[in-house]
């Protein structure tokens, strides 16, 4: 788990907003953080998050709606 005080100041490497901490399904159940104004993801490997560009994920117009609905009504859309 990535302590609050850590998720305040990680931002975007691309355009430097917030990122929000999400849960994604795909094989398994894991955390990542998302970027839902670029729609990129970006893993979280042994609670460090891998804040690289190129190994971000894009994300779909389905998966992007689950994850801001994660995020509650005050999330940046």
């Known amino acids: 788990m990535i302590p609050?005080?850590?998720?305040?100041?990680l931002v975007c490497p691309a355009d430097r907003g917030p990122l929000l901490l999400v849960q994604r399904s795909g094989g398994s159940v894991e955390q990542a953080l998302y970027n839902?104004?670029?729609r990129r993801a970006y893993?979280?490997?042994?609670?460090?998050p891998v804040l690289l560009i190129d190994e971000s994920e894009p994300i779909g117009d389905e998966e992007h709606a689950a994850l801001i609905a994660q995020a509650g009504p005050a999330a940046p859309q």
């Open 36 to 38: 839902p104004r670029l």
């Open 4 to 9: 609050q005080d850590l998720l305040d100041i």
């Open 43 to 48: 893993r979280i490997d042994d609670d460090i």
